[in-house]
């Protein structure tokens, strides 16, 4: 297993970089968190242009052919400008489902989000923010032409403007996912207000909605679960980049910012916590390329190092920012410097797709198993 950046992948991360220094500069990123969807229609378009919805989608499908080693690096580059589009909903989510159903109907949507035709995401959690599929009670029933939908999602990426909403229902079979477009009759969709305004949420109210079955009736978790551990690996490299930048940021002040007529860098103190930022740093971004490596080679232990690299780059990124905050002081939580909204999608991000409490117990409880296994 290769574990690292290739020239190409470093050349990606170049060209993603420059394009988000235009699109995602620090003011965009402002205005874009005061609308009630992040949308911007321009900036999505050169995410399209540039290939990124379907990086790690085959060539048969119309996708680019990569891996979700090439989609971690796009996704920390991401992490690091704090992207407030539909990347993470649309391509990693969306996609990552849609390749695990298997079934034509879902290739056929793989398609047109790999051209940028649709953005998508995936609603799983209810009231209950439960990332599993107990959690899961909105009701699906056979209507006389189509399925029909009635329940409610909360906590859903970007659904507040998604033209393809891909839902995880009940049926009298099991679990199934369910693809509702963007006409679909029944729907309300009410934007939420979040600590982290960069990662837009919004609560779906379904009643009897039209939608169409993806996959197998009753079999659909299987495919939502192999697709959450791939987008667990991601959502890791994303908060590496995330943790990154606040790092990058935080030696920059020490350097420069003086007390006592030093700079602040010099004090053995400061120098300790950014020697323990750096620490977290690179053993987050090892765990997280550690886990996106397991994904691209099909391994079936991605489920277990997928949940001990969200655990890990969770609790790195907030610990990151925390240390920021002492080291930047009061400044760091003024709403004029950004280090604030770094601090916010540390712990956002921390709860999506699994609290690290919620993933040590399921790595606990895959260990115990391959413990008795043995």
């Known amino acids: 297993m290769l574990v690292g950046r290739t020239e190409e992948q470093l050349q990606l991360a170049s060209s ?7 699109i995602a500069s620090e003011a965009e990123v402002r205005r874009l968190m005061a609308t009630s969807t992040a949308e911007d229609a321009t900036s999505w378009g050169r995410i399209c242009d540039m290939g990124l919805p379907g990086l790690a989608v085959p060539e048969r499908l119309g996708g680019a052919g990569g891996t979700l080693v090439d989609q971690g690096v796009v996704l920390e580059q991401m992490g690091r400008a704090l992207y407030c589009g539909p990347y993470f909903s649309t391509a990693v989510l969306a ?12 290739e056929e949507l793989l398609r047109q989000v790999c051209t940028g035709t649709l953005s998508a995401t ?12 107990a959690g899961v009670t909105l009701q699906a029933e056979r209507g006389e032409s189509s399925w029909l939908l009635t329940g409610t999602k909360t906590f859903v990426p970007d659904g507040a403007s998604a033209e393809l909403v891909l839902v995880v229902a009940r049926t009298a079979a099991g679990t199934g996912v369910f693809a509702v477009g963007p006409a679909a009759q029944g729907v309300r969709r009410t934007p939420l207000p979040t600590m982290d305004q960069t990662r837009k949420q919004a609560r779906l109210d379904f009643s009897a909605t039209p939608a169409t079955l993806l996959g197998t009736d009753g079999d659909g978790w299987r495919g939502v679960d192999a697709a959450l551990a791939a ?20 030696v920059e002040h020490a350097r420069t910012r003086e007390q006592f007529g030093r700079p602040v860098g010099t004090f053995q103190a400061v120098q300790h916590k950014c020697a323990t930022m750096l620490v977290e740093v690179e053993a987050a971004k090892s765990a997280a390329y550690f886990a996106l490596a397991t994904a691209a080679d ?20 907030r610990r990151t920012a925390n240390e920021a905050i002492q080291i930047f002081g009061g400044i760091g939580l003024t709403w004029e410097h950004p280090v604030h909204l770094y601090f916010k999608r540390a712990r956002s991000s921390e709860v999506f797709l699994g609290s690290p409490a919620l993933h040590r117990e399921r790595l606990a409880a895959h260990l115990a198993i391959g413990s008795n296994a043995s």
């Open 95 to 106: 996609v990552q489902t849609l390749l695990h159903l298997q079934d034509e109907a879902a």
């Open 298 to 317: 099909g391994s079936p232990e991605l489920p277990v190092v997928a949940s001990l690299a969200k655990a890990y780059c969770s609790q790195a990124y």
């Open 231 to 250: 987008a667990t690996a991601g959502l890791a490299a994303e908060q590496v980049g995330g943790a990154q930048r606040v790092l990058d940021m935080t």
């Open 16 to 22: 993603v970089g420059a394009l988000l220094s235009e």
């Open 122 to 133: 995936l609603a799983i959690t209810e009231a209950s923010g439960r990332w599993d599929e």
